[in-house]
């Protein structure tokens, strides 16, 4: 994309203040098992119309499934704020000032396999339960870690990447209004056709900033968003931001009791959101509002997703909708109800200028659906600029006004709002949004919007390599991709960039740290099967159970603080307490550090399996099954057993076209692992649970199997 002319845009000197298929399981052959016995009880121990119409018919399929689960692998879960002293709500949680907490993503090289063992971790572990379930909580005494931890990882950053960075004390909407000073004409933002350039895209945030200050929303307040990817969804985070509200950014796959939680839980005193959504919204709060569960929601900002899209497209979607059923029945001007379109009409554009701190909060982000009952994460202006500022170090060839983003992963998500939405504001790129992951639709837009930096999750990457129309796609636009959510098998990682001559590496992060902590080097030296190392700033060591540091290549929970790390939980002290303790963000996962400083992660303490006394880390064995040339998806469970307490369990996806048996895999996994980290169990599935950023939902596994039982 050309340099677009660098004027300043005129700003005006007055300020305002303010689906599975049946499942398949299967047993191994008796004759197998038993040929199998000896080994592993020696290895257990004891105990298609008009061209303009068809083209809006199938976009709007996608758009309507902006917040219905993906049909293929979706796209994309890498310090301090003020509590509100009057409001008269619970005082939020204000633990040490770096990090800790239910890990949720992960975003890996492998090292040289003469340095590990054929496990795949530095060493076998015959650690008995408790030693796992131990470095899951804190220990009644902990050892105090030295103040001073090793930084092996920095003698091998290339001189473009700094080990600090310099942090203005400012708010995220900074990087808009740098990006409209110096790129007032560049695209900003590109959606099914309508493209909005930085000027425009700063005076719809500047008129939505108004109304929402009309509406009487204040600093403070919490404004939830529930939008699908689409221009409203950026033009309402930077507003809410822009007037120091504090954002809630919500899943528009939240079912009624889901959001009404996490709309109660924050105090959420605004949500926008789109037509198709409203009936949810509605219904969770009753047929009276005031007197309902929700009484603080009093606005309902209602936007289609008609108002993001161009001529005729525009005309063309309200057809397509009510040729499908779906009729709005949206009491504007009742209940607080209020229509998008006509809040931007009737709001002025001048510039809203609040004072905003780096250490003010700037959103709650809602995590640990994966794992339990969701917390909202406190992350300030701070903790995202910072984190956007790592991101772009990071990516130190990315040039300013240049780049073009291909925006799959959920901007509601902390992945896609960081890697994504922040860090192609911050360099006045241009965001190229799709509501959703659509294996052909995302080669055809790759094809022709050209994107240079497209971050994703393992499951997308795996859906575009295994598509039909790859081989015939031009990719080479592409010149890197983070790949976060989950590990990224090394197979997949070399037919990507075998395909698009681009980089794509592995990432690590959490919600609770903005959320990326650690990548390995886009242009330099990658150790596949690990993280890579940790960003600018960021401290990581590797936790015994009782707090001690460990040395190279000992297994341990993986501990992180940096500018980066949340503040705490939203009214959750305790818990916060439990992760921020120490000073230090402990992440609930296991995993080592070898003597590059380049890490390893090897599971998720929870998820570790313990089957006759081994621990069994479920990753390595999935690392194991991806690399069969049948199997497109695999992840593993620990199943009840009365024998072994617990025992190996696969779920597969086959490859198009391809088949294996249980019997088959049995062999493949035989020669590649130790016995008793082999599968006693396979179950064929059409697909697996899925959050939106790809993410395999173990938990709905578990409670599948639970009432199986």
């Known amino acids: 994309m050309d340099r677009a002319n660098q004027e300043r845009p005129l700003v005006p000197e007055d300020r305002q203040e303010p689906t599975d298929s049946a499942p398949i399981e299967t047993l191994l052959p008796p004759q197998q098992e038993e040929a199998a016995a000896p080994q592993l009880i020696a290895a257990e121990l004891p105990t298609e119309t008009a061209p303009g119409e068809e083209a809006v018919a199938v976009e709007s399929e996608q758009l309507s499934a902006g917040a ?63 030693a796992v379930a131990s470095a899951a909580s804190p220990p009644e005494e902990p050892v105090a870690p030295p103040a001073e931890i090793p930084k092996p990882w920095l003698r091998h950053y290339p001189p473009e990447i700094p080990a600090s960075l310099d942090y203005p004390n400012h708010g995220i909407p900074q990087f808009l209004i740098n990006a409209v000073e110096k790129f007032p004409a560049n695209e900003a933002v590109h959606f099914l056709g309508k493209s909005l350039t930085y000027r425009e895209l700063y005076d719809h945030t500047c008129r939505l900033a108004n109304g929402l200050i009309s509406l009487g929303i204040n600093r403070g307040d919490r404004v939830a968003i529930m939008l699908p990817n689409c221009p409203q969804a950026v033009i309402s985070y930077y507003a809410a931001l822009m007037i120091g509200a504090v954002v809630v950014q919500t899943n528009p796959l939240y079912v009624e009791r889901e959001l009404e939680h996490q709309l109660k839980d924050s105090g959420a005193t605004t949500i926008i959101t789109v037509d198709l959504f409203y009936e949810r919204v509605a219904n969770v709060r009753g047929e009276f509002p005031e007197a309902g569960p929700l009484p603080k929601l009093k606005n309902v900002i209602i936007t289609s997703l008609k108002d993001g899209l161009p001529f005729p497209k525009n005309l063309l979607y309200p057809l397509k909708q009510r040729k499908e059923g779906f009729k709005a029945d949206i009491p504007y001007g009742r209940h607080g109800v209020v229509a998008y379109r006509k809040l931007l009409a009737s709001s002025s554009n001048l510039p809203v200028i609040t004072d905003i701190h780096g250490s003010d909060l700037a959103q709650l982000q809602y995590t640990g ?157 990658r150790k596949i099967g690990t993280i890579g190392m940790p960003f600018p700033d960021t401290e990581v060591a590797i936790f015994s159970p009782d707090g001690r540091p460990l040395p190279v290549r000992e297994v341990g929970e993986l501990v992180i603080r940096g500018p980066q790390v949340m503040k705490g939980y939203w009214n959750n002290p305790k818990e916060s307490e439990i992760v921020l303790r120490g000073g230090w963000l402990h992440t609930g996962d296991l995993g080592y550090m070898d003597e590059d400083g ?31 040339p049948a199997v497109m998806e695999a992840t593993v469970l620990g199943v009840k057993d009365p024998y072994r307490g617990e025992t190996v369990k696969a779920f597969i996806v086959l490859k198009k076209g391809s088949t294996v048996s249980a019997a088959q895999l049995d062999v493949w996994c035989r020669q590649r692992l130790a016995s008793f980290k082999v599968p006693h169990l396979y179950e064929f599935r059409d697909s697996l649970p899925k959050t939106m950023i790809g993410k395999v939902l173990k938990r709905k596994l578990l409670e599948e199997l639970e009432k199986e039982q």
């Not at 002293?85 to 975003?107: L, T």
């Not at 098998?489 to 919600?511: A, D, H, S």
């Open 68 to 130: 219905a689960s993906p049909e293929e692998p979706p796209a994309v879960e890498p310090t301090s704020s003020e509590a509100e002293a009057s409001s008269g709500e619970p005082a939020a949680a204000q633990p040490a000032p770096a990090s800790e907490p239910a890990a949720e993503e992960a975003f890996s090289e492998e090292p040289p396999a003469a340095e590990l063992a054929p496990g795949g971790v530095p060493h076998e572990e015959l650690a008995p339960e408790e």
């Open 598 to 628: 380049y890490f390893t992660i090897v599971d998720r303490i929870k998820d570790v399996i313990i089957a006759g006394g081994f621990n069994i880390y479920p990753r390595e064995v999935e690392e194991v099954l991806y690399e069969h």
């Open 369 to 525: 659906g994966t794992t339990g009952t969701p917390k909202g994460v406190m992350l300030t202006h701070r903790n995202l600029v910072a984190n956007t500022m790592q991101t772009s170090a990071w990516c130190y060839k990315v040039k300013d006004g240049y780049e073009r983003f291909l925006a799959v992963l959920p901007l509601f998500h902390v992945f896609g709002l960081t890697v994504l939405m922040n860090f192609s504001v911050m360099r006045a790129g241009s965001l190229v949004l799709l509501p959703r992951f659509e294996t052909e639709t995302v080669l055809d837009t790759i094809s022709r919007q050209q994107p240079t930096l497209f971050p994703g999750a393992p499951t997308m990457y795996v859906a575009l390599i295994n598509h039909k129309k790859s081989a015939t796609t031009d990719l080479s636009s592409i010149e890197a991709c983070i790949s976060g959510s989950a590990a990224l098998p090394l197979e997949v990682q070399e037919q990507f960039e075998k395909m698009t001559g681009g980089k794509l590496i592995e990432g690590y992060g959490l919600t609770e740290a903005s959320p990326v902590t650690h990548a390995n080097l886009i242009w330099g030296k």
